[in-house]
């Protein structure tokens, strides 16, 4: 029997951003709605209902706290869901949702409000990795060619300076998890112009393991992005039904 204790994840819902990309007059993108729900509930629902996860923490824009409480405060007590405020960059936000954490979290899982679409196999792929290997992030192999445009001049139209070999090149998501003690050592080290975590990881010279991810954990940018993430849910079979009658893709995982 072993007495290793079992890890115990605190989920960062980074929720902060100024959303400039989506450029939506109503809403910003963690709190549009999908599928009659706000995008970062979806990407919380995946991670509450988790035995393993001990605590999450959404973290919003100061701008935000008032409409956040009004449309999602009677919600938030009952889904045990914590609120913090973020800061200018993404790594502010991260260290903001590090310092609301309580003791019982061996490890962290950062994961982008506006990837809506993470499937529960994928998680339980990422926290098993990083149980394992102290970090490890969802990532997705590039399958396109990839090209670096030049410098347009002021409104030129863009150009091909080069083609980027493509080989060995994965598209990082999240949730990137870590074991706690790493990731609260890598954040005392951070600058400023860091776009994920695991920056901050490698930067230390550790290893972090990646985890083949789907195309379809895609992290809501533009608008566009919505309806993608709405064809995805919908085609999403249901968890098997409580009456228990057969779901004709409960062996298909790609989507779980
Ligand atoms: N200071 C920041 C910046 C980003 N994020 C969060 O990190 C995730 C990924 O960031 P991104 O897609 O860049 O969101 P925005 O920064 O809002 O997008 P934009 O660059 O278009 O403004 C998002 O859930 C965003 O809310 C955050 O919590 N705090
Ligand atoms: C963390 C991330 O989703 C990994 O691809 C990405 O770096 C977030 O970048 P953004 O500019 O904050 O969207």
Known sequence: ???????????????????????????KKPFAPLCDRA????????FMERDDVCQVVVVIAEEDREDFQRRFGPNLAFMSVEVCVGGANRGDSVRAGLAKLTDGATHVAVHDAARPCVADKEIDAVFAAASRDGAAILAARVADTIKRAKAPADGGKPSIEETVPRDGLWAAQTPQVFCRKLLERAHEAAGE???????????????????EGSPMNLKITKRMDLKLAELILKARPPKDPAGGFANPFAGDDMWR
Do not use: C
């Open 1 to 27: 029997m072993s007495d290793t204790p079992k890890p115990r994840f605190a989920v960062i819902l980074v929720a902060a951003g100024r959303s400039e990309r989506f450029a939506d007059a109503n809403y």
């Open 39 to 46: 995008v970062w509930l979806h990407s919380a629902e995946r």
């Open 193 to 211: 112009g860091e776009t994920d975590d695991a920056q901050l990881i490698e930067r230390l010279g550790e290893p972090v393991t990646l985890v």
